[in-house]
């Protein structure tokens, strides 16, 4: 005992060069099996184990372990050899190959500089990251990993939490949990399904991933992107930017793309931004596609809202199948009918009720401008639209639409005009009701012949376009 204590008081002694001053860090010597001092350099060898001695400790543990000085005779730099790991209270981090340098403005060994088998796991089971080289700066708390990264959060306390796996070919994440001066379109859902402007949330940069990232929301969505940021609100994950062409895929088939995604994990909302000339859109996986200047998006309630945001913006855009091989929305049997029911509106909504029953609104923000929805040789204009839709029912015999103030339809091929308050038409029984509050109006096609059916033909053609070029000087606007 007597000699162990000898050796170790000489090797500590002989280290103690490696001290710049009291206020900084410093290396001190744990253990080693030899020590070897040269001019230019300090060798430890054989089961080592060295701490840093500042506010943020750290224990390497390697086979072998050198020591460089500068050219002012100061060790500025620490190799260590063979496969070796560094352990924090936060964190451990193994590697083939480790260096320390000095930070040259806090005199600190604070940057770790890792390559090869790169693998971090926080101790509280949090976090694991793997890469083929890392750099960690101890003072400013911060990892830097590039070369094809991988990084996976989840609490594996709570059962109910969703992991997150990212990929890109590079990654800087915070070790720290504190709030950032600013950031960019800083929002959060209040709600399922409206996401809210926070001004004076404070919310903390936890990472960012560049390069084809894809990431992985357990049980929500796969999304990709050329850039990913993530916002912690006081320590819990609040907020998910995906930039650069994103666009995400889920596990049911739904599909959506926009120049920005945002994700609200609390409230599992995803927010989908246009481009510049480009809508964002979401696609189900029954064929409906709504597209606008926003798209907000609840993965819970599977409720999409969609509306026109300012004067420039793009007019939301909704397009329903509902042909006979799809189990969704069917308006006419005649040959030239089309396959969806498309919808222009300043706001939709599609909200499912439960797996069988969905309800489509839409309405203007303005007086002048009208609903406009057409799906075969059918066009219907009015303030106010709803669509009302069953699966449970065979043959779509519940499934309906109701224009509503100021209401117009009009079947080009049949030459029918019909102008009401208030417009009912079922789409699968082909039923049609109008009036209800007021008297409705309207004119068909006759069905004998006459002397005088090429002059009523004639009429009925002059009285249909009359009332689609009306309805259109008070709805003309940009369809996307």
């Known amino acids: 005992m007597r000699n162990f204590l000898k050796v170790f008081f000489l090797i500590t002694l002989l280290f103690s060069p490696l001290v710049v001053s009291a206020e900084s860090e410093q290396l001190e010597i744990n253990h080693a099996d030899s020590l070897e001092i040269l001019d230019d350099r300090l060798v430890l060898d054989g089961n080592v184990s060295v701490s840093t001695a500042g506010a943020e400790r750290y224990t390497v543990l390697t086979k072998k372990l050198i020591a460089y000085k500068d050219g002012s005779g100061e060790y500025n730099r620490v190799e260590c050899f063979e496969r070796s790991e560094i ?91 504190g709030p950032v001066d600013s950031e960019p379109n800083s929002k959060k859902s209040s ?36 850039k990913a940021e993530f916002f912690t609100l006081n320590g819990k994950n609040e907020k998910a930017v995906f930039s650069g062409n994103a666009y995400f895929v889920k596990p049911d088939g739904t599909r959506g793309e926009g120049k920005v995604i945002n994700y609200f994990p609390n409230s599992e909302d995803l927010q989908i931004l246009a481009f510049d000339d480009k809508p964002a859109q979401i696609t189900k996986t029954d064929g409906t596609a709504i597209s606008g200047e926003q798209v907000n998006y609840n993965t819970f309630s599977k409720t999409t809202l969609v509306q026109k945001l300012s004067s420039t913006g793009f007019r939301s855009f909704l397009a329903v199948p509902y042909s006979d091989s799809n189990p969704s929305l069917e308006a006419s049997d005649k040959p030239i009918a089309k396959s969806t029911m498309n919808v222009w509106a300043d706001f939709i909504e599609n909200k499912v009720q439960n797996e069988n029953e969905s309800t489509l609104t839409a309405h203007q923000n303005t007086d002048e401008e009208l609903v406009e929805v057409q799906y075969g040789a059918k066009r219907g204009w009015g303030r106010n639209l709803f669509v009302f839709q069953n699966k449970a029912v065979p043959e779509k015999k519940a499934d309906f639409l109701i224009l509503a103030e100021k209401a117009r339809m009009v079947d080009v091929l049949n030459k029918q005009v019909l102008e009401a308050p208030v417009i009912r038409i079922g789409l699968g029984t082909k039923d049609l009701s109008a009036g209800f509050t007021s008297r409705a109006r309207g004119s068909l096609p006759l069905k004998k012949k006459s002397s005088t059916e090429n002059t009523s033909q004639k009429s009925q053609s002059k009285r249909v376009q009359k009332v689609i070029s009306k309805a259109k000087t008070t709805s003309e606007t940009s369809k996307y």
């Open 191 to 226: 709600t399922k399904t409206s996401p809210k402007i926070l001004a004076a949330d404070k919310l903390s940069k936890q990472m960012e991933a560049r390069g084809q990232v894809v990431t992985t929301l357990e049980a929500e969505a796969d999304v990709k992107s050329e």
């Open 87 to 177: 352990v924090s209270k936060d964190y451990s981090l193994k590697a083939d190959k480790v260096f320390f340098n000095k930070n040259p403005q806090t005199q600190n060994f604070s940057l770790v500089d890792a390559t090869g088998n790169v693998d971090i796991k926080s101790f509280d089971g949090k976090r694991k990251i793997q890469a083929p080289k890392a750099l960690i700066d101890t003072d400013q708390k911060m990892l830097f990993a590039k070369g094809g990264v991988k990084s996976q959060e989840f609490d594996p306390k709570n059962e109910k939490s969703k992991k997150i796996t990212i990929v890109s070919e590079e990654q800087d994440i915070s070790l720290q949990n």
